[in-house]
Every structure is written in structure tokens, then in C-alpha cells.
């Protein structure tokens, strides 16, 4: 079956919190990986990174990191200097995630999260940008044994890669063993004119999921259709880790990102977002169990 996942600013309005308490939380719960921001990593020493490892390895549970690049480091950017940045801020990253002996880092990190505040934006440019830059860090990346899932998102959020066949066109341009696709319900729900086919193009370069109901709330919760999405996983044969990614609470860092301009839960006090947690793994786990993965 299927590690299942999900991410920490499910409770926390700040990117950054207490990721001893969200290990433990999401072992008690049931879960298998926490994902959470890489950010703040480079603000952690590393003897505390090794700590949250051990922590994490106490508690039977595997960390994955995900980011929203930030545009000072947009490696897609026409300015040279900018994009050297972004190679050495993400280097440094994918060497704190190796500290805490971490395999995957994914989301929106091959360009700056959001669209460019420039008047000419040309995809393909910006895109060839990308490709140039990840070259680089494919190398890191294999060194270090970190797979770099790029995850196709919708064009409120980027302009590179917006669709699954977009982020496979990507990658084998990148062409590293080491660089994969990563795709997320809630955007394939925006982008794809069929969610089950953006899998299947995805088919073997697919190395994680995110889900999300097609408002961003829990699995189980909306209108998506999780038969097509769990039959397409089953059709490609996919073995990698399904991580929830829902954002339900206004308010915060993450808010205000995420644009959650109202909350999407009835309550949202801890107890009652840990029942919604439940009721999404136990929503996920029947579905794998139907779908035979």
C-alpha cells in the first residue's frame, strides 16, 4: 500500500511551527510521511535537524519537504544572477534535507511561486530558463540522492508548468534520473481536461501526489472524482507516496499564500482538524484498498 501523508500547515497558520509536535501528531494519527516547508531548514542547525530525524525515526515516520521558491531565487528568471542564486539557495536546502537523510523534495521550485511581475512573459523562455538551471541541480541532487519532484500547478500560481504533460516534457529535457514529476489534484482539477489522463501521461516520471478536494479541502469533502484518480494511479502503477495537502483554515502565513479567504471547516480547533485528518486517511485508505494498491 501506499505511503500515505500530509502536510503540517493542514493545522499550522505560519510555515513554520513545532515539527516535534507534528511528527508525534502524525504518528498518533496513523499517518505515514510528514511533509512540511524547506524553508526554515536553513535556519536550523544541523544537530536540530538530526534530532527531528530521530524523532521522526522513533515514531515511524518519513519527512518529505516541499516550497513555494521564492521569486529572489527564481531559477527561471532572465537575470543571470538571479537564477545563481536560486542554485545555490536550493543547493543549500537539498543539503539540509540530506542531513536529515531526507529523499524527496518537490513543489514549485524550478521558478519563483506566482506569476512574474514582468510585462513580457514568454513560457517557453522562461521555461528553457528552468531547464537550464535544474541541469545544475540535478547534479547536486544525484549526488545527495535526493529525487526533485517538479509539481505542475495551476497558472494563478506559475506559468512554467501547468499541465502534466508540460512537467514530462520537463523533465526529459532535464533528463536526470534524479528530477520527476510531482502532480497535485486540486491543480490537475484547474489545468487538466481529464485528471485520470494527466496521470497517465505522467505515468512512470511519477514520483508523488498531493491531494486535495478541487476547493482545496479535505479528500472526501467535495466534488473531485476519486475512482478516475485512484484507477489512473492503479493503471501506471504507482508505488510512491500520496500526500494530503488540503488548506481549510483562513488566517496566517498560510492564508494569505494560499489565498484561504474563509475556512473551509465547520471548526477549527486542533481536535476537530485532527477528526477531519482521520476521516481524509480513513477516506484514502478505502480507496486504496479498492483500487488494489
Given at each position: 500500500?501506499?505511503?500515505?501523508?500530509?502536510?503540517?500547515?493542514?493545522?499550522?497558520?505560519?510555515?513554520?511551527?513545532?515539527?516535534?509536535?507534528?511528527?508525534?501528531?502524525?504518528?498518533?494519527?496513523?499517518?505515514?510521511?510528514?511533509?512540511?516547508?524547506?524553508?526554515?531548514?536553513?535556519?536550523?542547525?544541523?544537530?536540530?535537524?538530526?534530532?527531528?530525524?530521530?524523532?521522526?525515526?522513533?515514531?515511524?515516520?518519513?519527512?518529505?519537504?516541499?516550497?513555494?521558491?521564492?521569486?529572489?531565487?527564481?531559477?527561471?528568471?532572465?537575470?543571470?544572477?538571479?537564477?545563481?542564486?536560486?542554485?545555490?539557495?536550493?543547493?543549500?536546502?537539498?543539503?539540509?534535507?540530506?542531513?536529515?537523510?531526507?529523499?524527496?523534495?518537490?513543489?514549485?521550485?524550478?521558478?519563483?511561486?506566482?506569476?512574474?511581475?514582468?510585462?513580457?512573459?514568454?513560457?517557453?523562455?522562461?521555461?528553457?530558463?528552468?531547464?537550464?538551471?535544474?541541469?545544475?541541480?540535478?547534479?547536486?541532487?544525484?549526488?545527495?540522492?535526493?529525487?526533485?519532484?517538479?509539481?505542475?500547478?495551476?497558472?494563478?500560481?506559475?506559468?512554467?508548468?501547468?499541465?502534466?504533460?508540460?512537467?514530462?516534457?520537463?523533465?526529459?529535457?532535464?533528463?536526470?534520473?534524479?528530477?520527476?514529476?510531482?502532480?497535485?489534484?486540486?491543480?490537475?482539477?484547474?489545468?487538466?481536461?481529464?485528471?485520470?489522463?494527466?496521470?497517465?501521461?505522467?505515468?512512470?516520471?511519477?514520483?508523488?501526489?498531493?491531494?486535495?478536494?478541487?476547493?482545496?479541502?479535505?479528500?472526501?469533502?467535495?466534488?473531485?472524482?476519486?475512482?478516475?484518480?485512484?484507477?489512473?494511479?492503479?493503471?501506471?502503477?504507482?508505488?510512491?507516496?500520496?500526500?494530503?495537502?488540503?488548506?481549510?483554515?483562513?488566517?496566517?502565513?498560510?492564508?494569505?499564500?494560499?489565498?484561504?479567504w474563509r475556512n473551509l471547516v465547520t471548526?477549527?480547533?486542533?481536535?476537530?482538524?485532527?477528526?477531519?485528518?482521520?476521516?481524509?486517511?480513513?477516506?484514502?485508505?478505502?480507496?486504496?484498498?479498492?483500487?488494489?494498491?
Amino acid at each position: 500500500m501506499n505511503k500515505l501523508g500530509i502536510f503540517m500547515n493542514f493545522w499550522e497558520k505560519n510555515w513554520n511551527a513545532d515539527h516535534k509536535k507534528y511528527i508525534v501528531k502524525a504518528a498518533k494519527l496513523g499517518f505515514d510521511v510528514l511533509e512540511f516547508q524547506a524553508q526554515p531548514l536553513l535556519d536550523m542547525p544541523d544537530d536540530y535537524l538530526r534530532e527531528l530525524k530521530k524523532i521522526a525515526d522513533d515514531n515511524n515516520i518519513e519527512m518529505t519537504y516541499s516550497l513555494g521558491l521564492d521569486k529572489a531565487y527564481d531559477i527561471s528568471s532572465d537575470d543571470a544572477s538571479v537564477r545563481e542564486k536560486g542554485i545555490e539557495y536550493l543547493t543549500n536546502i537539498m543539503k539540509k534535507v540530506n542531513v536529515m537523510g531526507g529523499k524527496i523534495i518537490s513543489g514549485v521550485s524550478y521558478a519563483g511561486w506566482g506569476v512574474p511581475a514582468i510585462e513580457d512573459i514568454e513560457k517557453e523562455r522562461l521555461t528553457l530558463n528552468s531547464i537550464t538551471s535544474m541541469k545544475k541541480l540535478a547534479q547536486t541532487a544525484n549526488e545527495l540522492d535526493i529525487v526533485y519532484g517538479v509539481e505542475a500547478v495551476n497558472r494563478f500560481e506559475g506559468v512554467v508548468l501547468n499541465t502534466a504533460k508540460e512537467a514530462v516534457d520537463y523533465v526529459n529535457a532535464v533528463g536526470s534520473k534524479n528530477v520527476g514529476v510531482l502532480l497535485d489534484t486540486y491543480h490537475m482539477n484547474i489545468e487538466e481536461a481529464s485528471i485520470g489522463d494527466a496521470i497517465r501521461t505522467a505515468g512512470d516520471k511519477l514520483v508523488g501526489l498531493h491531494v486535495g478536494e478541487n476547493n482545496r479541502s479535505v479528500p472526501g469533502r467535495g466534488h473531485l472524482d476519486w475512482d478516475e484518480i485512484f484507477e489512473a494511479l492503479k493503471a501506471v502503477d504507482f508505488k510512491g507516496r500520496i500526500v494530503a495537502e488540503p488548506f481549510v483554515v483562513k488566517g496566517g502565513e498560510v492564508g494569505r499564500d494560499i489565498y484561504v479567504w474563509r475556512n473551509l471547516v465547520t471548526s477549527t480547533d486542533e481536535e476537530s482538524l485532527d477528526k477531519e485528518a482521520l476521516f481524509m486517511l480513513d477516506f484514502e485508505r478505502k480507496m486504496l484498498e479498492k483500487w488494489g494498491l
